[in-house]
């Protein structure tokens, strides 16, 4: 059976309607960044909707990181850039059983199964609110007793060319189609590839990028919400117009 996905959720329980979903994905198309910390950034729900949502929606449990005592041996396992790239803190580790109970926003598959491989350990999802998650690993990683503002953060990887159709109702149909599949339990890892030490250095090449993609991401998107609050621009607008953009023959 196939997992549900994140906006089919959101639309099955009233929290948000498709029009608010596909500017939503229009909008992470543009900038990048996970699907849920897009729609809380735009105001379409608030990061409880989204934790209680998906609680319910998947079986998964909870965790308030903000009372959790976390290992060294269970940060050393996942490194800061991963997490910060991710979107995701390890909480527990279990080395006899090879298992990692991480704490995530947004469980998608693809990004789980990332995680997976990048540790070899089964994860074990377990739900917190976004802020959370960046208070955790700027505490736990950084030293920082208190989360600073990242505007746009984080940014997982270079965004897609979504090749949405014009129509109103074929893009909706299409952006749907383009969320992510949730997970209910946890993601194995996948055989360990041969020639790991280029690997992990080609891993770290990627790494170095994305950060720097990450950096520009923010600042772009802090420019946004400037012109946003300016009234120049409405939430979503932007990322609808980069859409038609690349659009082929547009």
């Known amino acids: 059976m196939t997992a549900p996905r994140l906006g089919d959720i959101l639309i099955e329980q009233g929290i948000?309607?498709?029009?608010?979903?596909?500017?939503?994905?229009?909008?992470?198309?543009?900038?990048?960044?996970?699907?849920?910390?897009t729609l809380v950034d735009l105001g379409y729900l608030s990061e409880e909707q989204l934790v209680h949502a998906l609680a319910s929606q998947l079986g998964l449990e909870t965790v308030d990181l903000a009372s959790v005592a976390v290992g060294r041996e269970t940060l050393a396992c996942l490194p800061v850039e991963a997490c910060e790239r991710y979107g995701v803190f390890p909480v527990r580790i279990d080395e006899e059983q090879r298992v990692l109970w991480v704490a995530t926003a947004e469980p998608d598959l693809g990004t789980l199964q990332q995680v997976a491989h990048l540790t070899q350990r089964t994860i074990e999802p377990l739900l917190a609110p976004m802020s959370a998650i960046d208070r955790a690993v700027r505490l736990h990683y950084y030293g920082e007793n208190r989360s600073r503002p990242r505007l746009g953060d984080p940014l997982p990887g270079i965004p897609r060319d979504p090749g949405a159709p014009r129509r109103a109702g074929l893009a909706a149909a299409a952006a749907l189609a383009d969320a992510p599949e949730l997970v209910e339990g946890a993601v194995a890892p996948g055989a360990v590839p041969t020639g790991s030490s280029e690997?992990?250095?080609?891993?770290?090449?990627?790494?170095?990028?994305?950060?720097?993609?990450?950096?520009?991401?923010?600042a772009f998107r802090a420019l946004v919400e400037i012109l946003q609050d300016k009234g120049v621009v409405r939430r979503g607008e932007l990322g609808q117009h980069t859409t038609r953009e690349r659009e082929p023959g547009s």
């Open 16 to 37: 948000i309607d498709e029009e608010k979903l596909l500017a939503a994905l229009s909008d992470q198309h543009a900038f990048g960044g996970k699907l849920g910390r």
């Open 199 to 218: 690997l992990a250095e080609l891993r770290g090449l990627v790494l170095q990028l994305e950060r720097a993609l990450s950096a520009q991401g923010r």
